[in-house]
């Protein structure tokens, strides 16, 4: 290797194209939903027509095929990513796409090239939000969102799932501008989605019943979370107060409280818990705060470092947060002390576009504008502490009963 030379692990790679957003695909969801256990049916049959034994000849046939097939969660070695970008409008050059890589946890790496690949024209995706039910994606572009669904292989691979533009037309998020936030609710049944001109609204899924609409909640709307029991949304304002809304009454309950000179940045609920995060900018320091949101209090706060945040997530099983730099340094706390569990310095060689914990909170996809997707995957360093306290305990009592022996 050149002196000087980047090295690049396996589990970064460049796909051709600035990346703006991120979503794990819930294989296990998809793997039990109708349409694939339809596909799993076919697959029976066709192998039953030509004479062959199926692989499985107990139970439900079909069910069975699913359950032991790629998608299933016993195949969990294999992750599935989406990832979308590109050049924008006009004659870039670079092409405007959605994408699927499949992560491999054993050698840990992803695939040299995208498994799938949509082209979406002129029109960038800028924001995705996936179903939790396996139900597809919804992307926000330019003037409009769009819905897409999968096409379920009969093999049940992961690298053989294909996305399709879906027949379900979202006429209430079309032609309403670019909308910065997007969000399902923890258990599907809500979609909220936040516009560049300030207009926040939430919906029922996937009836697209209205909720809440709010035509000024912000002056412009970056973020929005669901709690975890779907009563309360959070939305965030470019340049405004961050807002707590009752979506069973549809009513505004209050604004957190800002500190002088502090600007909220992102906000996001544990899925495990009753706290909701706030990252901040206090003048050049960056912090996370932890509110109650029984009583809408500060519970404690950290200070987390000096450079702009540009990303924010945290784990579904709520041990860790994640947060992403514009210096491309990505770093994964620990959310009951709010110590670094691990960082990566220049993780990316761009500001951090997207990051995303997985599933089952064993790691974490960061993307960024220098076109690259990176996947983490979580140390659990007490345990590596506690394995080496161990091994130092065994050598020294080896030690002593050779000195004693003696």
């Given at each position: 290797m050149a002196k000087?030379?980047?090295?690049v692990p396996p589990c970064s790679k460049t796909y051709g194209l600035p990346l703006y957003c991120a979503a794990w695909v819930p294989l296990d969801r998809i793997s039990s939903s109708p349409d694939a256990v339809a596909a799993a049916e076919e697959a029976l049959e066709k192998t039953e027509d030509e004479g062959n034994t199926p692989a499985t000849t107990e139970g439900d046939g079909a069910a069975d095929v699913v359950a032991n097939s790629a998608l299933s969660p016993a195949r969990a070695?294999?992750?599935?990513?989406?990832?979308?970008?590109?050049?924008?409008?006009?004659?870039?050059g670079v092409p405007n796409a959605i994408l699927l890589t499949l992560f491999d946890f054993e050698?840990?790496?992803?695939?040299?090239?995208?498994?799938?690949?949509?082209?979406?024209?002129?029109?960038?995706?800028?924001?995705?939000?996936?179903?939790?039910?396996?139900d597809g994606f919804i992307c926000s572009f330019l003037k409009s969102c769009r819905c897409f669904e999968w096409d379920i292989p009969n093999s049940l691979e992961p690298s053989k799932l294909v996305i399709k533009s879906s027949g379900y037309i979202l006429q209430q998020l079309e032609d309403v501008g670019l909308q910065l936030a997007l969000a399902f609710s923890c258990d599907g049944t809500a979609l909220a989605a936040g516009g560049e001109d300030g207009h926040l609204r939430v919906f029922n899924w996937p009836s697209m019943d209205i909720i809440l609409n709010q035509t000024d909640a912000h002056t412009t709307v970056k973020h929005v979370d669901f709690s975890s029991d779907g009563k309360f949304l959070v939305s965030l304002g470019g340049s405004g107060p961050c807002r707590v809304w009752d979506l069973e009454s549809s009513t505004f309950v209050t604004n957190l409280q800002v500190e002088e000179g502090e600007k909220f940045c992102f906000c996001r609920f544990s899925e495990s818990s009753d706290i909701l995060y706030?990252?901040?900018?206090?003048?050049?320091?960056?912090?996370?705060?932890s509110w109650s949101s029984s009583s809408w209090k500060r519970i404690s706060l950290k200070k987390i470092g000096h450079d702009p945040i540009s990303?924010?997530?945290?784990?579904?099983?709520?041990?860790?947060?994640?947060?992403?730099?514009?210096?491309?340094?990505?770093?994964?706390?620990?959310?009951?002390?709010?110590?670094v569990q691990m960082s990566v310095k220049k993780a990316h060689l761009g500001p951090v576009t997207a990051l995303e914990f997985s599933q089952d909170s064993r790691a974490l996809v960061s993307t960024s504008f220098d076109s690259t997707a990176r996947v983490t995957v979580i140390e659990n360093t007490k345990n590596n502490g506690s394995s080496l306290l161990l091994a130092f305990l065994v050598i020294l009592l080896a030690i002593l009963v050779v000195y004693f022996i003696k």
């Open positions: 000087g030379r980047r090295e070695n294999k992750l599935l990513l989406a990832l979308g970008g590109g050049g924008g409008e006009g004659h870039s050698s840990r790496s992803l695939s040299d090239y995208p498994v799938h690949r949509v082209g979406t024209g002129e029109e960038l995706p800028y924001r995705m939000t996936m179903h939790p039910g396996g706030v990252i901040s900018m206090h003048d050049d320091v960056g912090k996370v705060i990303a924010f997530s945290v784990s579904y099983d709520g041990k860790f947060l994640a947060i992403g730099t514009v210096e491309g340094d990505i770093a994964i706390i620990n959310s009951s002390d709010f110590k």
